[in-house]
């Protein structure tokens, strides 16, 4: 199929943009590169650089096109709490261009990059997608309000959707291929990689007082790799069947923030010094998915999200820093 990857460049969508090429697709790449990277780019995908709010740009770009992957947004939590308007553009408003150009340009098929942002403070574990959404931050709110949205396309244009919702994204590419490295990381894994290359003294550690296994935050790690994989399926799967559907994408194992600063330590063999500091406001103790309906629907499954692999695929990309 010919593939549009909106957000291609970025750090989710450079993986997407591989496996697609991977499983002989072609690809499109559109990106305006405002956090995307040219060396993220791959030789073998076309690309049109592009701003998601450029609707003839847009249209343009989804000539030929069978089905769009679409990634481009902002994802900072706590940044969109501060400045919301650069959420409702780029995100809400970006995504409506988006979709108002597949209705124009004949384009049936999105998969969507949601999140696990969408439920806000779980009720219950493993969260499923029958799970109340109360997104508890601003950014949480803009991927649930584009679901809903696709929603009414689907009924009202007959744009199908997969909404995948992921939980916490890291690592690199498993092969390698991919070594563009994300400017500012907040992300707990990034954070660890620059500690353990010199690029900052200590991993502020958000509260040891959870009720976890050690007292530090809980979540659901997903490998990059196993989340373009899941793309891949979705494409395939709205390809198919004449169908949308809203999956979480996670590896339904929780790790603890000491357990992966452990397991870092192992590999980089680097002291990665931590420190203790309060806890973040609105981070919950435990975050974990169930992937039932992934498994159900694309027959999809975790198989780099190990611990070992997660960090390994992560410092490979991260040596570089110190060549
Ligand atoms: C993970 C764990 C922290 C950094 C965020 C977004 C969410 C989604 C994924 C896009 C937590 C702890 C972290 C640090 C730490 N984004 N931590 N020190 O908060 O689970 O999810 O990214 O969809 O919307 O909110 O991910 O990587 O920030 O934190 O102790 O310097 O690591 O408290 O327990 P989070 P994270």
Avoid at 83 to 100: F, H, V
Avoid at 214 to 231: M, S
Wanted: glycine share 8%.
């Amino acid at each position: 199929m010919n593939v549009l990857v909106v957000g291609g460049a970025g750090y989710i969508g450079s993986h997407v943009v591989r496996a697609l090429l991977d499983a002989s697709h072609t690809v499109r790449v559109y990106d305006n590169l405002s956090s995307g990277l040219r060396r993220n780019l791959q030789p073998e995908a076309e690309f049109v650089h592009g701003d998601i709010g450029d609707a003839l740009a847009l249209r343009s770009a989804m000539r030929g096109i069978d089905a769009i992957v679409h990634l481009a947004a902002f994802k900072a939590a706590g940044e969109s709490m501060i400045a919301p308007e650069k959420y409702s553009i780029n995100n809400i408003s970006g995504t409506i261009n988006l979709l108002n150009a597949a209705a124009d340009m004949d384009v049936h098929r999105i998969v969507f990059s949601s999140s696990a942002a969408v439920y806000g403070e779980p009720e219950y574990l493993p969260v499923d997608e029958t799970h109340p959404t109360n997104p508890t931050n601003y950014y949480g709110f803009t991927k649930l309000e584009i679901e809903r949205i696709m929603a009414w396309y689907d009924s009202l244009r007959g744009i199908r959707f997969a909404a995948l919702r992921y939980f916490n994204a890291a690592g690199y590419d498993t092969q390698r291929r991919i070594t563009g490295l994300e400017q500012n990381p907040a992300n707990l894994l990034p954070v660890i990689m620059e500690v353990a290359v010199g690029r900052r003294p200590a991993l502020k550690v958000f509260g040891d007082d959870y009720e976890t296994v050690d007292g530090t935050g809980v979540r659901d790690y997903i490998h990059v790799t196993d989340l373009a994989d899941g793309h891949v399926r979705a494409v395939d799967k709205l390809a198919e069947e004449d169908r949308s559907f809203t999956v979480n994408l996670g590896s339904e194992t929780g790790l603890s923030v000491l357990q992966i600063v452990e397991a870092a330590r192992n590999v980089t063999g680097r002291p990665i010094a931590t420190e203790i500091v309060a806890r973040r406001p609105g981070d919950p103790a435990r975050l974990t998915a169930s992937a039932t309906q992934a498994r159900e629907t694309l027959g999809w499954t975790a198989r780099y999200s190990d611990v070992e692999s997660l960090v390994r695929t992560s410092w490979f990309a991260y040596q570089q820093l110190l060549a």
